[in-house]
């Protein structure tokens, strides 16, 4: 039976009385419907994807600081190429590496631990949506190698270029392409039902709403969101798909379709989907800023409050993508407004990270410094969203390089320096050795610091009035002079991927010579340290209970600084 | 898996449900008659005013809305609030012929299917 | 900031990096007293021996006020920030002046079309001047454009102007500028429209009235027509 | 075998009949969202008017009449389940099951009519929504259908007997998006 298999069966043999038996590899490692080995699979296919993603910003990188010249591993950019790479670029970056790391794979991981039960409530649907995931990562993958090659029509699939093959020159690409992001969220579907309802039945005696973990309810909220917002979307998807292929004319302006329809039908998707890889980066940094900084959490319910604030008025500010595609000048004020005013409980919730290090004792390992880096860095991706919401200033940053390094500053911290946090925090708990902290720090430095010499770089280029997804400046009289900026950036890019290989070889090299973590080896309150690690199948040898909120440290009137959920008082 | 659905079940029996049937099959013999008169108002009325009547009692009686928790109305409330949303900020564009500075020359759906001509 | 790199060439261009300099200031303050804080906070209570950190709900009133102020602080800014932007944007996108002149700029894979008045100064009679990338213009005229797509989105963007516009195929969206600078300046496709998206750049021509007038002259079908009979 | 998390109920609704809300919630916005583009193209298309005619208000009548039946048996299948009367439960859900097979049937019929007078998928956007949404629902009766067959097959030997009702839930569902599709796609003129 598939359910008593998982990471580190050893150890938990008897936990709730399965007899322990030696499962095959395929069982173990691929059929398994264990929520950590989920985990597991959900972390390093994101990491492989990661991978790719990475090396299509390096092809096209240097395309764009040497127009012209081959590129080392790649050769030649065609502009159909150069299309394809930054689309697949962008596709991959937050469908296969966000997502499928920041919920699946911490949702998997976190959620069962940390709310102290043995699994998901359903583990087999849970590999089904695992295994639906890597049917749309294969599919996307072929895509790149079919006649024609990879859709090059940017990730937001605009027709009529992605719904006419005559228009996208991509036969079966464009094709693939959306199949691809349809079944990724079918995917996302099944597991998001799986996180709410596992969060929302099974939590440990005791524990009460305001005793779930921030990076909990960020989970579940952003699961929320994306089952909320992506039903649209999956129709449009279907729609487009029929426009491809089954000669209909859902968005064919020449036969009473309606081009702008679908980008209010992927925009309503899109927008609550950049909240839905935020919130989980900012449970990640919750939990860790808390344990790095002992110190309680500044204002849970303050956090939770403008979490859902976040939620709700992520679904009405979509159009703010749209102000000069055309939809009507009126609109643009509404969403003006709305997009305003998300910036409030956005920045509360950056005040409350900050002002929850007041008075703490600050230690900066690893994991402390990349979320320390996600709040400083985020800062400037949300306070450079501010332009592109307004609508007059959008006028003129709409599809600049600005927008482009805006939402590098949002998508990074998010989708890297999130996960690289959440990872070198939670490693000891998923393999049980810790990672080399001096590494950890070679590599932190050497990630940071080139990230802002790439994207600094670039918001001055989109102030300078370059428009995004053109594979060759030096055609425009008024950019060429520029030259020299983007190869800085791209230079800044190749050694900040150099310094990628420092964290693999930790995290590797780690699994062997790194020394044991034992159950606590951050002195956390939160429940998935208190059994060992990694936590054997069934999570625990009996269920633990709570008895108080996540984030009791320093609490008076006890000599350790820490008060774990389920220590009885 | 006894809960509360399970024990407010106790007193209905079924021919309680064969009566919100025999409803809803009178509701569809309505909203089939009613837009024979060819009048718009009617036709509005009695197929989608009755349509929604439909659905109502189905949700609250056939899937036990009226004995379920809370909060599984409210969410599903939000679901269509959403959707309510969406419709209402995409309408502008797509549904009207012109606005602020922006024409849609009128194509007219020249249909391949018989009905036309 | 902007006119650093790209001049101001446009009645509007002013007002749009005016906003721009606005929200600069609003959220640049935001941004440097929030970071300052945050890594004088990470300084002063860095982990030292014998120093213990503090038990802070932060769920007291005095407590919150350190986020409920600048909280509300934030909303006031933002209120600025919509009032300037709502302006801009409705002079720029939806009020449409009286026009000196029309022009109609079609955008297809993957070059850009333009239809100016000819002599009579009237759009759409026989004397129309048709060009392909190259749009001819006069300055200190009131431009009211009519843009369309042939086939795909397309985007007519002059950055000079701080001019954007998708062009959507179906539609004719009506928009206007007013050039206030002589010179030869970029137009790029800001949407991508196909694999030769790189290549989708024009070039405005905006010259003085007299060399305006030379231009239509010489371009005229009509005018060359008449020259043609005349020889 | 079942995780312990199945087995709590920190919400107060058992863990099955929770998750089905979910995905009733998240249909409800996939439905929503393909409709409300219907609706605006529509009401954007009055020509679509002499389209729609065409389609057979007599046979989508029917359909409706049979949908509502099979969510009473459906709804009486989970009466007989929560009395423990699993052998009831199951023949109700057979009876579920031939309602979804006769409304598959008379649409393979309808559609087999349409298109066979030339009424196709290309014809325009107006048939393009009508084969999408009624497909779209046509696959959500044959999932729900196959899913019923399966808890009737436990149900008969008394297992699993809350899946009966979970199902019906769905059923439910399902019948509420034709009671809509209904007058969108063949009474409005």
């Given at each position: 039976m598939a359910e008593s298999v998982g990471v580190g069966t050893h150890g938990a043999e008897d936990a709730h009385g399965h007899e322990h038996h030696e499962a095959s590899f395929f069982q173990k490692y691929l059929w398994s419907t264990d929520h950590k080995m989920i985990a597991m699979q959900y972390m390093f296919t994101g990491m492989f994807m990661a991978l790719i993603g990475g090396f299509f910003a390096y092809t096209f990188r240097m395309q764009l600081a040497f127009p012209g010249m081959e590129v080392p591993f790649w050769g030649m950019v065609t502009p159909a190429e150069y299309n394809a790479l930054i689309t697949n670029h962008g596709a991959i970056m937050i469908f296969w590496v966000a997502m499928p790391v920041l919920i699946a794979a911490f949702g998997n991981f976190l959620i069962p631990l940390m709310i102290g039960c043995d699994d998901m409530v359903f583990p087999k649907i849970n590999r089904l949506s695992y295994q639906i995931f890597l049917i749309s990562v294969i599919v996307l993958l072929a895509s790149f190698v079919v006649e024609n090659g990879g859709f090059g029509g940017a990730w937001t699939m605009y027709p009529p270029l992605s719904a006419k093959h005559e228009y996208s020159l991509t036969t079966l690409g464009s094709s693939l392409f959306v199949i691809a992001v349809a079944l990724e969220f079918v995917a996302f579907l099944l597991g998001g039902i799986n996180f709410v309802t596992t969060a929302m039945?099974?939590?440990?005696?005791?524990?009460r709403l305001y005793d779930i973990p921030i990076v909990v309810w960020m989970i579940v909220i952003a699961s929320i969101l994306f089952m909320a917002s992506v039903g649209p979307l999956i129709a449009g998807a279907i729609m487009l798909f029929m426009d491809q292929n089954l000669g209909t004319h859902f968005f064919d302006p020449n036969a009473g379709g309606d081009p702008i329809l679908w980008q209010h039908l992927f925009w309503f998707f899109g927008h609550p989907e950049v909240y839905v890889v935020l919130l989980p980066a900012v449970g990640i940094t919750a939990e860790i800023i808390t344990v790095f900084a002992r110190k309680k959490l500044f204002a849970y319910r303050t956090v939770l409050y403008t979490t859902f604030a976040t939620g709700v008025l992520s679904f009405t500010v979509w159009a703010h993508h749209q102000f000069i595609a055309g939809i009507d000048p009126r609109m643009a004020h509404i969403f003006t407004i709305t997009t305003l005013l998300i910036s409030i409980p956005i920045a509360e919730m950056m005040f409350v990270f900050i002002a929850t290090l007041y008075g703490g004792d600050i230690r900066l390992n690893t994991p402390m410094l990349w979320a320390l880096a996600f709040i400083a860095e985020f800062l400037i991706g949300g306070v450079t969203g501010i332009f592109l919401g307004a609508s007059g200033a959008d006028i003129y940053f709409h599809d600049t390089y600005f927008v482009l390094a805006h939402f590098h500053y949002t998508f990074f911290p998010i989708a890297i320096i999130g996960v690289y946090a959440g990872v070198t925090f939670w490693y000891p708990k998923m393999f049980g050795k810790m990672m080399n902290d001096t590494l950890g720090k070679i590599h932190f430095w050497g990630t940071i610091i080139p990230f802002n010499c790439i994207f600094i770089p670039l918001f001055v280029l989109g102030a300078a009035g370059q428009h995004r997804r053109i594979y060759d400046f030096t055609h425009f009289p008024e950019l060429a002079q520029y030259q020299d900026v983007r190869v800085f950036a791209t230079v800044s890019l190749v050694i900040m991927l150099l310094f990628q290989f420092v964290f693999i070889y930790n995290f590797f090299a780690s699994l062997k010579k790194g020394k044991d973590a034992g159950p606590n080896p951050w002195k956390s309150?939160?429940?998935?340290?208190?059994?060992?690690?990694?936590?054997?199948?069934?999570?625990?040898?009996e269920l633990p209970t709570v008895y108080r909120?996540?984030?009791?440290?320093?609490?008076?009137?006890?000599?350790?600084?820490y008060w774990p959920q389920n220590v009885p008082s | 898996m006894s809960d509360s659905a399970a024990a407010a079940h106790a007193h209905h029996d079924d021919s309680h449900y064969w009566k919100i049937w025999a409803i809803l099959c009178a509701l569809l013999v309505v909203s089939v008659i009613g837009p024979l008169f060819e009048i718009r108002v009617i036709t509005l009325i009695t197929a989608f005013g009755v349509a929604i009547v439909k659905a109502y009692m189905v949700a609250k009686n056939f899937m036990h809305l009226n004995i379920e928790k809370q909060y599984v109305i409210y969410l599903l409330l939000t679901m269509l609030v959403f959707v309510f949303l969406f419709f209402a900020a995409v309408a502008p564009d797509v549904m009207k012929w012109e606005g602020d500075n922006w024409v849609k020359p009128y194509v007219a759906q020249e249909s391949s299917a018989p009905a036309h001509h | 900031m902007i006119e650093r790199y790209l001049i101001q060439a446009s009645s509007y261009a002013g007002d749009i990096d005016g906003i721009i300099i606005l929200i600069g200031w609003l959220v640049g303050i935001w941004f440097l007293i929030s970071e300052g804080v945050f890594f004088w906070l990470i300084w002063k209570f860095r982990h030292r021996d014998g120093h213990k950190g503090e038990y802070i709900t932060g769920e007291e009133k005095h407590q919150k006020r350190w986020i409920t102020i600048p909280h509300a602080l934030v909303l006031v800014c933002d209120v600025f920030i919509i009032v300037g932007a709502v302006r801009v944007w409705y002079d720029v996108k939806q009020y449409l002046p009286e026009p000196d002149a029309e022009v109609r700029i079609i955008g297809q894979q993957w070059a850009w079309s333009f239809v100016t008045p000819g002599p009579d100064g009237e759009l759409g009679t026989a004397d129309d001047i048709k060009t392909v990338d190259e749009l001819v213009t006069e300055v200190g005229k009131t431009y009211v454009y009519h843009l369309e797509a042939r086939d795909v989105l397309h985007d007519f963007s002059v950055p000079v102007f701080r001019l954007k516009q998708d062009a959507i195929p179906g539609r004719v969206i009506t928009g206007w500028w007013k050039a206030t600078e002589m010179g030869e300046f970029d137009i790029q496709c800001a949407e991508i429209c196909g694999i030769g998206h790189g290549l989708m750049f024009g070039r405005i021509h905006v010259k003085s009235p007299e060399d305006y007038a030379a231009w239509v002259r010489e371009n005229s079908p009509v005018a060359s027509l008449a020259a043609v009979t005349a020889r | 075998m079942r995780p312990i998390a199945n087995t709590r109920s920190a919400a107060g609704i058992p863990t099955g009949r929770l998750a089905v809300w979910w995905v009733v919630a998240s249909e409800i916005v996939i439905f929503g969202g393909l409709l409300a583009s219907y609706i605006m193209q529509r009401l954007a298309h009055p020509e679509w008017a002499d389209q729609a005619a065409v389609t057979d208000w007599r046979i989508g009548g029917f359909n409706t009449l049979v949908l509502l039946s099979s969510s009473l048996s459906a709804v009486l299948a989970h009466q007989a389940a929560e009395r423990g009367n699993g052998k009831r439960a199951a023949n109700l859900l057979y009876v579920t099951c031939g309602g979804a097979l006769t409304f598959i049937m008379v649409k393979a019929y309808e559609w087999t009519m349409e298109i066979s007078h030339g009424f196709t998928l290309q014809s325009n956007t107006f048939w393009s929504f009508y084969y999408t949404a009624a497909g779209i629902h046509a696959l959500h009766v044959i999932a729900g259908a196959i899913i019923m067959l399966i808890v009737a097959a436990d149900a008969k030997k008394n297992l699993e007997l809350h899946r009966v009702e979970l199902i019906g839930i769905y059923w439910h569902f399902v019948d509420i998006v034709w009671i809509f599709l209904f007058p969108l796609l063949y009474i409005a003129k």
């Open positions: 039945n099974s939590r440990a005696p005791g524990m309150n939160t429940l998935e340290w208190t059994t060992e690690s990694p936590p054997g199948h069934g999570n625990w040898k909120g996540p984030y009791e440290y320093q609490t008076p009137g006890r000599d350790e600084d | - | - | -």
